[in-house]
């Protein structure tokens, strides 16, 4: 769609060059000049925008699972507080776990390992393998990098606490 409205926008644009041209207010080197600037930024335009089989491609990469590719493991509404919550699952290495999270507040949502879990229990710096910030909504997909044990991890954003809706899957 995009690709056809940019070779109408250029199309017209070279067509009223040459108009003004053929109507003397324009001279005509000037308005060649312009024509050919128009055909050239929509020449590039065009080069940069997605063909359609890309487009394709990319939308299907970013479609979610299937119910029959995934398992639910848990459906849980929780309150999250100054203390924070969380949860943990046994994943093996390269095991997928989605999560679909509602909150009625913005929330960070980490994922952990089990050292840093720690750190975050004590109240120290922590690192992460997965952070999303403020969120209201989201779905998260955690591919584990290695087998173990792991944690999601809900925190208040701001000041206020939170109720959120997650729902857990294994994914294949």
Not at 84 to 91: D, K, P, R, T, V
Not at 113 to 133: A, I, M, Q, S, V
Request: with cysteine.
């Amino acid at each position: 769609m995009f690709r056809k409205a940019t070779v109408i926008i250029g199309v017209i644009g070279i067509l009223i060059c040459i108009g003004l041209a053929v109507l003397a207010i324009l001279p005509w080197q000037i308005a060649s000049i312009i024509a050919a600037s128009i055909g050239a930024i929509a020449g590039i335009i065009q080069n940069y925008l997605p063909k359609e089989k890309e487009a394709k491609k990319i939308g299907k990469a970013m479609e979610v699972p299937k119910e029959e590719e995934r398992k639910l493991i848990s459906k849980d509404t929780v309150y999250v507080g100054a203390h924070g919550q969380s949860f943990s699952f046994e994943l093996d290495n390269e095991e997928r776990l989605e999560a679909e999270i509602t909150s009625t507040e913005p929330i960070d949502v980490y994922i952990l390992d089990r050292r840093n879990y720690r750190k975050w229990l004590d109240k120290k710096p922590f690192g992460y393998h997965c952070f999303t910030e403020a969120i209201l909504e989201t779905c998260i997909d955690f591919s584990a990098p290695k087998k173990g044990t792991w944690y999601m991890v809900f925190e208040m954003y701001g000041r206020k606490a939170a109720q959120v809706k997650v729902e857990h899957y294994l994914a294949r």
